[in-house]
């Protein structure tokens, strides 16, 4: 199963507006019209109802300059079992000038088995700014599931104008239940989120981000690299870890951007 969106804003007329978008294959796109949302949200849907081995899925999504979008996704993402073949998944991230996009999909949920390489690249122009996040499940908590064996490579690229200023791997292959329990690995955790702000003031919210993440029964830290924040979490509940970062983003786009302390609605359905 293959599946590509692309997804272009731009400011018209002093409001942002969609100015282009395709679609093919299994994803599609909608746009929710909540009341109170404070700029334009696109919500991307999988319409296979979850991956599987040889399935390609790219997202493009490209902010103009001074543009304001919010993109996410309908609900969890499944990588189901596979026998052989990778799950392959690359999402391209693009802002001009000015701009302001807020990438937050909702967890990917990886089964015990599963094949997944994922690529996240996000290019920011100076003057523009990115607030980008994953959660990652490992395994179907709910089940009792871990995740023991299967792949898992999950790269990040963040560049600003063009010039590469971060990048982060994670590489889990083989024997996965050995690393997940080891003292110096993910020490039995089943959770994980990421949060990146990419901009050129991100050594400016530095300290401010770190009192907001209060949680002693988590692991959690942030740092700031270049022009990229980066915020992480790592719990033996999945729910708990998507509250925590979800109330670190939303308060974070408040002090930062000056929007409301919310989140998109879907994630409330």
């Not at 290019?123 to 980008?132: F, S, T």
């Not at 955790?189 to 209060?214: K, P």
């Not at 308060?251 to 000056?258: A, D, E, I, T, Y």
């Amino acid at each position: 199963m293959n599946g590509l969106t692309k997804l272009a804003f731009t400011k018209q007329a002093g409001r942002t507006r969609l100015d282009d978008l395709y679609q093919q294959g299994s994803l599609r796109v909608m746009f929710p019209r909540a009341s109170g949302c404070d700029m334009i949200e696109a919500v991307i849907a999988t319409t296979s109802g979850g991956l599987v081995g040889g399935d390609q899925l790219e997202v493009d999504v490209s902010v103009g300059r001074c543009a304001q979008a919010m993109v996410t996704t309908q609900a969890a993402e499944k990588v189901y079992r596979s026998v052989g073949p990778d799950t392959c998944v690359a999402v391209n991230l693009r802002l001009e000038r000015g701009g302001w996009l807020e990438w937050m999909p909702q967890e990917t949920i990886i089964f015990d088995g599963a094949r997944l390489r994922r690529r996240i690249t996000l290019n920011v122009e100076n003057g523009a700014r990115a607030l980008a996040g994953e959660i990652v499940a490992f395994g179907r908590s709910g089940r009792g599931e871990r995740l023991t064996n299967g792949l898992l490579h999950d790269e990040w690229r963040v560049m600003t104008d063009g010039r590469l200023v971060w990048a982060d791997n994670l590489h889990l292959d083989g024997d996965i239940a050995s690393k997940m329990n080891a003292s110096a690995g993910f020490q039995g955790c089943n959770g994980m989120a990421t949060f990146v702000y990419a901009a050129s003031d991100a050594h400016r919210w530095l300290e401010c981000s770190r009192q907001m993440i209060h949680d002693d029964a988590m692991f959690t830290g942030v740092t700031c690299i270049d022009d990229v924040l980066v915020a992480r979490w790592l719990g033996n509940d999945v729910a708990v870890v998507r509250n925590e970062y979800k109330k670190f983003r939303e308060g974070f786009r408040s002090m930062v951007g000056g929007f409301p302390a919310t989140s998109p609605r879907i994630w409330n359905s």
